[in-house]
């Protein structure tokens, strides 16, 4: 079974930084593409940001380029984000999500990807 937990999130100024996390089991983690998803209010869920299997290729949206920074270690079966320079336009709620199709990472798409962590919400004060 398997299971994806996160952990982080809450309440940061804007300008300030804040690191989400992300553990997945019951599944061979450095087989699987991981992403990192948000979905304010109204608003369909977006990829933030996707990395391959090895760590060695990474998509990121427009909107976060330069300040967030998508990371992983295999060996704890462990995905981060870490949110620079956030803005409130940043604040949603926070997911991540495994793949095991190789080139889910690529389009970063929720549509492409199957196991959900619970999710984090994220708050940005200005």
């Known amino acids: 079974q398997v299971q994806v937990v996160q952990s982080g999130g809450g309440l940061v100024q804007a300008g300030g930084s804040l690191t989400l996390s992300c553990t997945a089991a019951g599944l061979t983690f450095d087989d699987y593409s991981m992403g990192w998803f948000r979905q304010a209010p109204g608003k369909e869920r977006e990829g933030v940001s996707c990395?391959?299997?090895?760590?060695?290729?990474?998509y990121y949206a427009d909107s976060v380029k330069g300040r967030f920074t998508i990371s992983r270690d295999n060996a704890l079966n462990t995905l981060y984000l870490q949110m620079n320079s956030v803005k409130p336009e940043d604040t949603s709620m926070y997911y991540c999500a495994a793949d095991a199709y190789s080139n889910s990472w690529r389009r970063c798409r929720n549509a492409d990807f199957g196991y959900w962590g619970q999710g984090t919400q994220v708050t940005v004060s200005s």
């Open positions: 990395i391959s299997w090895s760590g060695g290729s990474t």
